[in-house]
């Protein structure tokens, strides 16, 4: 068996599709859309750490691995300088304990290296798919742990059963108003993620915007005019495949999605928090979903207040890089 290692390609897309979906798509069903959004159109990818296993025998793809560091110039990136993450790593099962994952891995912990990534985490990237390994994957825990990555906490994805409700009220709070923000009120609703919530939510929500987003998918509270905290709601109509409908394919019927979700510090301890995600699971109810899913959370008991119940478990790894000229 003779594998060549290349760099990511866009030409090989249908089968690193073909692959993802033989090895893991039961739990997760990937879609071409997805895949191109996360991965090949992400201007965060390190193609240095991005690599194909081939096998030469019959040009067949047989793992690959996907780096990332955060490349774009934004103020609320600054805190993530000398983090990189691996996306995905994933070898066909006909083609394991053969070294080809470490050689992938090696080649990717080499290039974040010399980009000068100090910490290295699993997923958790800009357009990622996961926020540590699926729980399903022990194995894969194992492996990783052998190499040198440590476990630090756990996060899960929840599940909201709507039809189950024999109504959703939108919160009539004597102070707050919850409504679906208006793009009038773009940069009234930036500047207050710059100042409450700066770095990965203001980091979204400008994507958001740039890619056509008008607003319907933030409710936003306010308080005598003032934006005092907001939810993000998807949908299929996003202007994105967002997070929290990442495996949509899974249900029946149309997919939701609520989060993230911020309340400004001084308005904390009155039961805003709770309000605005009703007010989502409102907003979602009145267009027919009935399907919902919080992603990349450890709030079990807040969630579960409403109804929710863990759906998918998540265990977070990091890396300290260390290394000079070898590995391992």
């Known amino acids: 068996m003779d594998i060549q290692y290349i760099n990511l390609t866009e030409g090989r897309v249908e089968e690193i599709l073909f692959l993802w ?9 990937m879609r071409k859309e997805l895949l191109r959004q996360n991965t090949f159109e992400d ?11 081939v096998d030469t025998k019959n040009d067949k793809t047989v793992g690959f691995i996907v780096s990332k560091i955060w490349k774009e110039d934004m103020e609320c990136l600054k805190i993530q300088k000398g983090v990189g993450h691996i996306q995905v790593i994933l070898v066909d099962h ?11 891995l090696k080649r990717a912990e080499k290039a974040l290296n010399e980009a000068a990534v100090k910490t290295v985490l699993l997923g958790q990237d800009p357009w990622h798919y996961f926020p540590g390994i699926p729980s399903e994957f022990k194995k894969t825990r194992e492996w990783f ?12 994805d929840m599940y909201c059963d709507l039809s189950k409700k024999n109504e959703v009220i939108l ?15 773009k940069d009234k609703f930036l500047s207050f993620l710059k100042k409450s919530f700066p770095g990965r939510w203001e980091y979204e929500a400008i994507h958001y915007f740039k890619r056509g987003g008008e607003g319907r998918d933030f409710i936003v ?29 899974l249900f029946n019927k149309e997919l939701g999605g609520i989060g993230p979700l ?39 008991d807040f969630y579960s207040r409403l109804g929710c119940k863990i759906w998918k478990k998540y265990t977070v790894y990091k890396k300290e890089l260390k290394y000079e000229a070898s590995f391992y």
Do not use: H
């Not at 979906?21 to 069903?29: A, L, M, R, T, V």
């Not at 005019?225 to 997070?243: H, L, T, W």
């Not at 308005?267 to 699971?281: D, S, W």
């Open 221 to 249: 509270g306010e308080k005598n005019g003032e934006i005092v905290g907001f939810c993000r709601i998807n949908d299929i109509n996003s202007p994105f495949i967002a997070q929290n409908v990442y495996w949509a394919p």
């Open 21 to 29: 979906n033989k090895e893991i798509g039961d739990n997760f069903p």
């Open 171 to 185: 919160p009539d709070l004597l102070d707050v108003k919850f409504k679906l923000l208006d793009l009038a009120e």
């Open 43 to 53: 201007v965060n990818v390190l193609l240095e750490g991005s690599w194909v296993a």
């Open 262 to 300: 911020g309340i400004d510090e001084k308005e904390r301890g009155k039961g805003l928090g709770l309000a605005i995600v009703q007010a989502g699971m409102y907003f979602l109810y009145s267009r027919g979903i009935r399907n919902v899913v919080i992603d990349w959370t450890e709030l079990v």
């Open 94 to 104: 006909d083609y394991r304990n053969k070294g080809i994952g470490s050689e992938l």
């Open 145 to 156: 742990e052998r190499r040198g990555y440590v476990n630090y906490g756990e996060e899960y």
